[in-house]
């Protein structure tokens, strides 16, 4: 178990300091970009595209670490009658839709639309349009590995444990 919560640590270190690098980039160059267009009066694309790109990157691998989190959105109102052995399956369940949602989407899907754009280019950058997309890939398999490692948590939680949890 020990060795779980490790694996658990590292890609939250690695995504919450990959995350701040990422929004310390876009702030740097939303400040460029600013300064270009309005004290040189000569706005830059480049600057432009890499805030979009950086901007989807950011909230791609956000969205994974908030559900390594569990502090996703969540409807409460069927399992806030359910007891606390419900509770925790359905909490089963979700993970297991969440997976089964992010491998077929994220992962499959975006593989599919990474290999299709490989041969499309950015409009300023002139980087293959694949390159922006293999963060959807990306985010998918950090969902699943989270995914996984929350279903293996609540599977051997103690019972008020998984309750506790889940009203967090």
């Keep these: 178990m020990e060795a779980l919560h490790k694996i658990r640590r590292g890609i939250d270190v690695a995504l919450s300091s990959a995350c701040a690098v990422i929004f310390a980039a876009m702030v740097v160059i939303g400040t460029y970009q600013i300064v270009t267009r309005f004290v040189f009066r000569s706005p830059s694309t480049v600057s432009e595209e890499l805030l979009t790109y950086s901007f989807t990157w950011m909230a791609l691998l956000s969205s994974a670490y908030v559900f390594g989190k569990r502090d996703h959105m969540r409807m ?4 806030d009658k359910a007891g606390p052995g419900g ?3 359905l909490s089963i369940l979700a993970e297991i839709l969440i997976l089964f949602l992010a491998a077929t989407v994220l992962i499959y899907g975006g593989i599919t639309i990474t290999q299709l754009t ?3 280019s950015t409009a300023s950058l002139g980087i293959p349009m694949g390159v922006v997309y293999t963060i959807i890939p990306v985010s998918g398999v ?3 590995i989270y995914t996984v490692l929350n279903i293996i948590s609540l599977c051997t939680a103690p019972q008020q444990d ?3 949890r889940e009203s967090d």
């Excluded at 409460?76 to 399992?79: L, V």
């Design 118 to 120: 490989m041969t499309q």
């Design 142 to 144: 950090l969902i699943c």
């Design 87 to 89: 509770q925790k399956i």
């Design 162 to 164: 998984a309750q506790s």
């Design 76 to 79: 409460g109102f069927m399992a």
